[in-house]
């Protein structure tokens, strides 16, 4: 299958996913504040290139300036249009219908609101808005915009990198883009949440998706990473965030060393990055000074490998160079495949002797360790250790603490035994106990503690058992397979 094609069947996938759940799923008559997108102000970039003591090459103001804001969904090109009042076109591209429409009532509604108000005589107006329903990978503009906004759009589609050049094809020179990704690494806890809420047959298409999820959330112990995960994350509150958090239809983020590839490809030239101070490259060499030798991409890509950007990166640019081409590979770490151990002699050890007992390696504990390995050959760059990182971070910042002050425990790196982390085997693979399954026959299962295992074979009870027991201890069992 090519890419274009796969691009294809996933931008599908999207689209019907927004068109059930509009995002954001805000009230239709909601309108923005006046001040609401301060942070998306073009003059935020011009500030940023005169930190960086770069020459003029930005207009001071946003006058005359031509917008795009890609993947726009309900509310934000309103947002865009009403702090940049001077400019000569907000242009607002997303691939739902039912997304699109309702942007245009809020506009619509806005202007208004503002005629009513008599906000022309107080200073305000909006400027013209364009909504264009279109995928962003497939549509053109020949004018070219002073100023794009991509924001949490990028990870949606099928080669990130690619939608990014395709983006800055249409960016004038010296024109200004605004990113905002998940952060790859850091939004693992998210993924392990949405494979248990999975496991148990929930999808965007559950009916009170919502009061499934709880119910099924709640038959983990306490204290669980999981758990925590869930409780601490504010798309809970309802079904469409639930599906935009945890059941979307294409989620592919990209490693800070990845975005630097695909960023300096696409020629644009780092300006600088406006999310929380703690999920920024500075945070790293406050932390352990030593660390400031490391390029700010590199301050990032640790921080990402020990789960420290805990909101999502927001990243400005420049376009300052020509486009070159791009890898496409989302992936940093070997694959699982490639670097999976051999499970035969495993295989043959449990055919002969049904009900010996054995040990399961923590699927988590191997991924965690694998992440912390990869910081750890960035961190001997400039003689430091990633044990050394993780007793700070131990010390300095701790567990995760939710809005109402209580501990989110398990969700960071320093509250697991670092040795063991960097020690624990790669499990065997799903389809090794699917050839198990079929040498041993229907009706083997797997026992822990003398009580069968959740699940209708061997590879679901094996996921039951990472997904439930794998964050809290390094080895799971003992287990049996019995017939």
């Not at 995002?23 to 500030?47: C, F």
């Not at 808005?129 to 915009?145: H, L, P, R, Y």
């Not at 965007?204 to 994350?233: G, Y």
């Not at 191997?366 to 001997?380: E, F, P, V």
Request: net charge negative; hydrophobic share 40%.
């Amino acid at each position: 299958m090519t890419w274009f094609i796969k691009n294809c069947i996933e931008m599908q996938s999207v689209r019907q996913q927004y068109e059930r759940f509009p995002y954001p799923p805000i009230n239709a008559l909601a309108l923005p504040r006046r001040d609401q997108g301060k942070a998306l102000q073009y003059e935020r970039a011009v500030e940023l290139a005169r930190d960086k003591h770069l020459p003029k090459i930005l207009p001071d103001n946003h006058l005359g300036i031509r917008i795009l804001v890609a993947g726009c969904g309900t509310l934000e090109a309103l947002v865009v249009a009403q702090m940049h009042p001077r400019a000569k076109e907000i242009v607002a591209l997303d691939l739902s219908h039912r997304s699109i429409t309702r942007l245009q009532r809020r506009i619509h509604w806005a202007r208004s609101r503002d005629m009513l108000s008599l906000a022309r005589l107080r200073g305000y107006r909006l400027p013209a808005v364009t909504t264009i329903e279109a995928d962003v990978c497939e549509w053109q503009d020949s004018d070219g915009f002073d100023y794009i906004l991509a924001n949490n759009m990028l990870h949606h589609t099928e080669q990130p990198a690619v939608t990014l050049q395709h983006l800055v094809g249409m960016l004038k020179p010296d024109g200004v883009m605004r990113i905002v990704t998940y952060p790859a690494m850091s939004r693992f806890w998210l993924r392990q949440t949405s494979a248990w809420l999975r496991w148990h047959g929930l999808n965007a298409d559950t009916p009170a998706l919502k009061k499934r999820a709880v119910e099924v959330i709640e038959e983990l112990p306490q204290p669980h990473p999981i758990l925590s995960c869930f409780e601490a994350h504010s798309e809970t509150a309802n079904t469409a965030g639930l599906v935009d958090a945890f059941f979307h239809a294409c989620e592919k983020p990209l490693s800070p060393l990845l975005w630097q590839q695909a960023t300096e490809a696409a020629g644009l030239e780092w300006l600088g990055e406006t999310q929380s101070q703690y999920s920024r490259a500075e945070f790293l060499p406050e932390l352990m000074p030593v660390t400031s030798a490391l390029p700010a991409w590199q301050q990032l890509q640790v921080l990402d490998d020990v789960l420290e950007l805990t909101s999502n990166p927001v990243w400005w640019f420049c376009k300052r160079g020509d486009v070159k081409q791009v890898a496409t590979n989302n992936k940093t770490i070997q694959s699982e495949e490639a670097s999976a151990p051999d499970s035969s002699e495993f295989i043959s050890e449990i055919t002969s002797q049904q009900h010996k007992e054995w040990f399961l390696p923590s699927e988590v504990y191997w991924q965690l360790g694998q992440s912390l390995r990869q910081a750890d050959c960035l961190l001997q760059q400039v003689s430091c250790c990633v044990e050394d990182l993780i007793e700070t971070l131990r010390h300095e910042v701790g567990p995760r603490v939710a809005r109402g002050g209580w501990e989110l425990l398990g969700l960071t790196m320093g509250e697991y035994p670092t040795t063991e982390l960097l020690q624990t085997q790669q499990p065997i693979l799903k389809k090794s106990w699917q050839q198990l399954q079929a040498k041993l026959g229907e009706s083997a299962r797997i026992q822990y503690q003398q009580q069968s295992v959740p699940g209708n074979n061997l590879a679901q009870q094996i996921e039951w058992l990472q997904l439930y027991h794998g964050p809290l201890d390094c080895q799971i069992g003992p287990l049996v397979i019995s017939k």
